[in-house]
């Protein structure tokens, strides 16, 4: 049984930083692409970051580009997600993802695996 859980979310203040952690385990965690998505309340969920299986790879969207770092220590079977100077638009609950792909996750990729979600709220 493959699970992915999240922990590292909290309510902070604007500019301020938090490191989310993703623990995969019941799958071969090398095999895998990861990545984070978000969901704001009353949106659709949105993708935030990907990266490959080495952990060479990363792939952002626009609005985190040089604020957010995805990474991943596979000995671990961990993925992180490193968010600095946040903003109130980056509140939402943030979803770790699987994907059987050597490659790094994009907003297309097809996810095989979530995780249950981590609510980060950043006050302004």
């Known amino acids: 049984q493959v699970q992915l859980v999240e922990s590292g979310g909290g309510l902070v203040q604007a500019g301020d930083s938090l490191r989310l952690s993703c623990v995969a385990s019941?799958?071969?965690?090398?095999?895998?692409?990861m990545g984070w998505f978000r969901q704001a309340l009353g949106k659709e969920r949105e993708f935030v970051a990907g990266?490959?299986?080495?952990?060479?790879?990363?792939y952002y969207t626009g609005s985190v580009k040089g604020r957010f770092t995805i990474s991943r220590d596979n000995p671990k079977n961990t993925v992180y997600l490193q968010m600095n100077s946040l903003k109130p638009a980056d509140t939402a609950v943030y979803y770790c993802?699987?994907?059987?792909?050597?490659?790094?996750?994009?907003?297309?990729?097809?996810?095989?695996?979530w995780g249950q979600g981590t609510q980060v709220s950043v006050s302004s």
């Open positions: 993802a699987a994907s059987n792909t050597a490659a790094a996750l994009t907003p297309t990729t097809k996810i095989d695996f």
């Open positions: 019941g799958l071969t965690f090398r095999n895998y692409g």
């Open positions: 990266v490959n299986w080495s952990g060479q790879i990363t």
